[in-house]
């Protein structure tokens, strides 16, 4: 789609609001709260933005970029040089991060900008009169977003600023007060996620009731394995998949050009079936159930665990 930048808004230090509508006012695909799509700017870099607007609400797509302190491009193209009335090819919308609505309610765990997507899904909980808590961590007032949306709702939202509490929030705590049959959705610093997760295991909530985005990979580099074979099923030919090079990248170096976006193993647009073979799963967001189902691999990242994998290409 080609969307049009209708309003830029500084919602925090650092975060800004970017609105997008289609030029002759159609509505805009439907989206599942806590949704993102792909972003493409003319300098050639495509990224990932949830979508903070209520899914109810499909004239429009309100988004959430946070300035990363160390961007490639993305985020200080859109704060530095995007414009009113600026078109942007922008992807249907993806859902990989949904709210579970049979929880009997729903804790929200949101670090800086991860609470993004997180507002959405808060709207869909007050129009569907769900129960929800936010716990919403920033370094400070002056960097979180949304407040001015989220004060109609204090008995349920808690604030924790780095500079006025003097350190990092109890995640403990507040996993441990969350009531039987609930879900925690995470979204944030990749620290804190793992915090989050952490205390969760620790305290025997399952892996079903935990749900979380990363906007990045994190910064631990796996242990690097060594050459595999890669034989595709339909298109035919079997490829050696070096130490160092993605799968994707050999199929490209190849004329074979699938689907990709991050190639960081969060956005799951590289997913291809798998045939044969144990898949070595690099990715961010296939679930306990996906790796051991091991029924498909996300190219960018995953390798094998075997001398060679077949993939339904
Ligand atoms: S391209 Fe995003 S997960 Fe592979």
Redo the contacts with the bound molecule.
């Keep these: 789609m080609e969307l049009i930048v209708t309003s830029l808004r500084l919602e925090a230090e650092g975060v800004l609001g970017v609105e997008l509508r289609h030029r002759s006012g159609d509505v805009l695909p439907p989206f599942e709260p806590g949704a993102h799509v792909d972003v493409s700017f003319p300098n050639g870099l495509m990224r990932q933005y949830s979508i903070a607007s209520p899914a109810s609400d499909t004239t429009r797509y309100w988004l959430g970029i946070g300035l990363a302190p160390a961007s490639r491009g993305g985020s200080r193209f859109a704060h530095h040089e995007l414009r009113l009335g600026d078109t942007l090819p922008v992807s249907t919308p993806r859902s990989l991060f949904g709210l579970h609505e049979p929880a009997t309610g729903h804790l929200f765990v949101a670090g800086g900008i991860g609470i993004t997507p997180i507002l959405s899904m808060i709207r869909r909980c007050v129009e569907r009169d769900l129960p929800w808590r936010l716990l919403y961590c920033v370094r400070s007032r002056r960097h979180a977003a949304y407040l001015e949306q989220l004060a109609p709702f204090a008995d349920r939202v808690t604030l924790h600023a780095d500079d006025e509490h003097g350190g990092h929030p109890d995640l403990h705590t507040a996993l441990r007060q969350m009531p039987a049959d609930w879900h925690v959705y995470t979204c944030g610093p990749g620290v804190m996620m793992d915090a989050v997760c952490d205390h969760a295991s620790a305290l025997g909530i399952g892996t079903h009731a935990v749900h979380l985005e990363r906007f990045t990979a994190g910064a631990q580099t796996p242990a690097e394995t060594g050459a595999f074979q890669v034989r595709l099923l339909r298109h035919g030919g079997q490829f050696s998949v070096p130490a160092g090079t993605s799968i994707?990248e050999v199929l490209e170096d190849n004329g074979v050009c699938l689907p990709?976006?991050?190639?960081?193993?969060?956005?799951?647009?590289?997913?291809v079936p798998l045939v044969a073979g144990t898949a070595d799963h690099r990715?961010y967001?296939l679930s306990d159930e996906e790796r051991e189902a091991n029924k498909s691999i996300?190219?960018?990242?995953s390798r094998a665990k075997c001398a060679e994998l077949v993939l339904d290409v």
């Design positions: 994707l990709s976006s991050c190639r960081e193993g969060l956005c799951r647009s590289c997913e990715d967001v996300l190219i960018c990242v």
